[in-house]
C-alpha cells in the first residue's frame, strides 16, 4: 500500500513516499533529478498538450502557451473565474495536481492508497472551511478520490514537526518545538509538544495570509524587490506586466543561484556594528539580468530594507504571539535541552528570516545558539514538509492537537430575561474529544421556536470574538418537543449546531461554513 505525503507550494512542490522499512525517497518530475519541481503548469494552444514544473517553466513566455503560476494564491473565491485566459485557476490547479499524480502512477504503476496534502495553516485553524481548502477538497474529488478516506490534510508546520522529530533527531528529542515557516504566500508558526518519539501535540498555531494577491512571505518580497529594481533603474515597468514578471522571474533566478553568497553577505551585515553596517548594506548582493542581458545590481541594503518593509513586522508580531503563550503555559524558551526552534519553507532560506525570529528571541543574532537547529539545512527545507507529510501518512508519527477557541452560545434566562453565555467547546480541549457533540444541560421548547427565531453562537479566541446566528425552525421542527443544544467540531473541524429531542433524533448544521 502506497501512502505519500503531497506538499503543494506556492512555487514549488515535492511528493515523498516510503520505499523501505524507513527509508523515504521522492518524486523526480520530468527527470529534473530534483527532490521538488516548480508549481507551475502550462497549456499550449495549439493542441492543448500540458506541460508542468521545469517544462513549464521553460515556456513561461512563449506566445504559445497559456502559463499559470502562483496556483496556490488563487485557489480562492474568484477560483472559477477565468477573468479572460483559458483556464480559470481551478481547473489549472485540478491538471496540475492530477498530472502530477498520474506521473508517480505511471513510474510506480500503481495509485496511492492515501495521500497525506499540507497545507497553510491559516487554511485549517478556524472552526470554519478556509474557501481554498473546500476547493482544494473539490479538486481532489475530481481527480478520482475519496476526500473522506483516501486524503488527510496535515498544517505545513506540523509536516515539519513530524520530519525534524523522526529524521534529525532521530527519536532523541522531547520537549517544545517552534515551527517557523515562510513559503511564497505565508508565514505560519507552531508551537509544539514533541511527548514522545512518535507523538506530537501542537499547542498553539498562528500566522498570517498577508494582502492579496503576493501574500506576506516570499512572492511578496520578490514583487516588491522587482518594483524596487524597476524604479532604481528607471525601467518604468507596470506590475503584474510580462516584461515585470520576466524581471521577477531573473531576480528569483538570481536569489537562488547565489544563494550561498547572499547568505554570507546577510550574516555578515547582520554580525557588524551598527555603524559597519552602513558600509555593508552597500556591497552588491545580486546582479539581475533582464532579458537583453543587461545587469541590474541588487545592494545588501536593498534586501534588508524590503524585507523590513514586507515582512520583518508580520514575522515579528507572530513570534512574540508565540512567545505570548510560552509565558502564560510556563514554557521556559531559554534551554535547548528543553524548547528548540526550526525553519522550513523556501523563504526561510533568506538569513533576514532567521535573524529577526533570533532577535525576538532574544537571541544572537548570528552565531552559535544551540536552540536553533542546523538539522535542517538549506536543502532539507524544501523538502521536510513533503518529507513529514509521508511519515504521518505511513503512521510513523501520531499528531494530537489542543483546541485554541472558546465556543458557546448566547441564550436569555426565563425568570429575568437576563442574558446567559453558555460555553461548551473550551479552550486547551483536545480536539479529538470534540469530535461527538457537547450538550447543554438547558433545553429548548419546540412551541417557542418560530421560523425567525435564531441562536447567536460565539467564536473566541483571546483576541476576537466572532458571532454568528444560526436559524432554528430546521433543528426543531416538533412544536411538542423539547431539544438538548450542542455542538461539535466536525469533518475539517467544521463548527456544527447540533439537536437532541427527547426521543433521540438528532438534528444538525454547520456554524460559519464559509
Not at 529534473?32 to 508549481?39: A, D, G, K, M, R
Not at 492543448?48 to 480562492?76: C, E, T
Not at 481532489?140 to 513530524?162: H, L, N, R
Not at 514533541?194 to 498555531?205: A, G, M, N, Q, T
Request: hydrophobic content about 40%; charged content about 20%.
Amino acid at each position: 500500500m502506497a501512502n505519500i505525503g503531497f506538499d503543494w507550494g506556492t512555487t514549488t512542490t515535492s511528493i515523498s513516499f516510503l520505499t523501505g522499512q524507513n527509508t523515504f525517497d521522492y518524486l523526480r518530475f520530468g527527470g529534473n533529478y530534483l527532490n521538488t519541481f516548480p508549481s507551475v503548469i502550462a497549456y499550449n494552444n495549439a493542441d492543448a498538450a500540458m506541460r508542468i514544473g521545469v517544462a513549464a517553466q521553460q515556456v513561461m513566455h512563449a506566445p504559445q502557451f497559456d502559463v499559470y503560476s502562483n496556483l496556490k494564491l488563487n485557489l480562492d473565491a474568484t477560483a472559477m473565474n477565468n477573468c479572460g485566459r483559458n483556464h480559470s485557476p481551478y481547473e489549472a490547479t485540478r491538471d496540475f495536481i492530477g498530472k502530477t499524480i498520474g506521473e508517480y502512477v505511471y513510474v510506480y504503476k500503481k495509485p496511492p492508497q492515501k495521500i497525506v496534502f499540507t497545507i497553510p495553516d491559516s487554511w485549517g485553524k478556524d472552526v470554519f472551511r478556509h474557501p481554498s481548502l473546500m476547493f482544494l477538497e473539490q479538486i481532489i474529488g475530481d481527480i478520482g478520490f475519496d476526500v473522506d478516506t483516501q486524503i488527510s490534510f496535515c498544517s505545513e508546520p506540523v509536516a515539519a514537526a513530524a520530519y525534524y522529530c523522526k529524521e534529525v533527531c532521530q527519536n532523541n528529542f522531547s520537549g517544545f518545538l517552534l515551527i517557523v515557516d515562510m513559503g511564497g504566500g505565508t508565514v505560519d508558526l507552531t508551537l509544539c509538544k514533541i511527548e514522545s518519539s512518535d507523538k506530537i501535540l501542537v499547542i498553539k498555531r498562528c500566522g498570517e495570509l498577508g494582502d492579496k494577491p503576493v501574500g506576506c512571505s516570499g512572492e511578496a518580497f520578490d514583487f516588491e524587490m522587482t518594483k524596487k529594481i524597476s524604479d532604481n533603474n528607471n525601467l518604468n515597468l507596470v506590475p503584474n506586466s510580462p516584461v515585470f514578471f520576466k524581471l521577477k522571474n531573473a531576480f528569483e533566478d538570481a536569489k537562488i543561484s547565489d544563494a550561498t553568497v547572499l547568505d554570507n553577505l546577510l550574516r555578515e551585515y547582520y554580525a557588524a556594528s551598527e555603524s559597519d553596517r552602513k558600509k555593508f548594506s552597500k556591497n552588491k548582493a545580486l546582479e539581475v539580468m533582464d532579458s537583453n542581458y543587461k545587469p541590474y545590481p541588487v545592494t545588501v541594503g536593498n534586501i534588508i530594507n524590503t524585507f523590513n518593509e514586507i515582512n520583518r513586522g508580520v514575522l515579528r508580531k507572530c513570534v512574540n504571539e508565540m512567545l505570548d503563550c510560552c509565558r502564560e503555559e510556563k514554557i521556559p524558551t531559554d534551554n535547548a535541552e528543553s524548547f528548540r526552534v526550526i525553519l522550513t519553507g523556501g523563504f526561510s532560506n533568506l538569513y533576514c528570516v532567521e535573524a529577526t525570529v533570533r532577535e525576538t528571541l532574544g537571541a544572537p543574532v548570528c552565531g552559535k545558539d544551540p536552540r536553533f537547529d542546523s538539522g535542517i539545512n538549506r536543502e532539507s527545507r524544501s523538502t521536510a514538509i513533503a518529507h513529514g507529510a509521508a511519515i504521518i501518512a505511513n503512521a510513523k508519527v501520531n499528531v494530537d492537537e489542543l483546541f485554541q477557541k472558546n465556543v458557546g452560545f448566547f441564550c436569555f434566562n426565563v425568570f429575568d430575561n437576563n442574558q446567559m453565555k453558555v460555553t461548551l467547546l473550551k479552550s486547551r480541549s483536545f480536539i479529538k474529544n470534540l469530535r461527538e457533540p457537547i450538550y447543554c444541560d438547558l433545553f429548548l421548547s419546540g412551541k417557542n421556536i418560530l421560523v425567525a427565531s435564531s441562536l447567536t453562537v460565539f467564536i473566541e479566541d483571546g483576541s476576537d470574538t466572532k458571532l454568528f446566528k444560526v436559524n432554528l425552525s430546521q433543528l426543531c421542527p416538533m412544536k411538542n418537543k423539547y431539544y438538548a443544544v450542542g455542538l461539535s467540531l466536525g469533518h475539517r473541524q467544521t463548527l456544527f449546531l447540533h439537536t437532541l429531542d427527547e426521543d433521540g433524533v438528532q438534528r444538525k448544521i454547520p456554524v460559519g461554513l464559509s
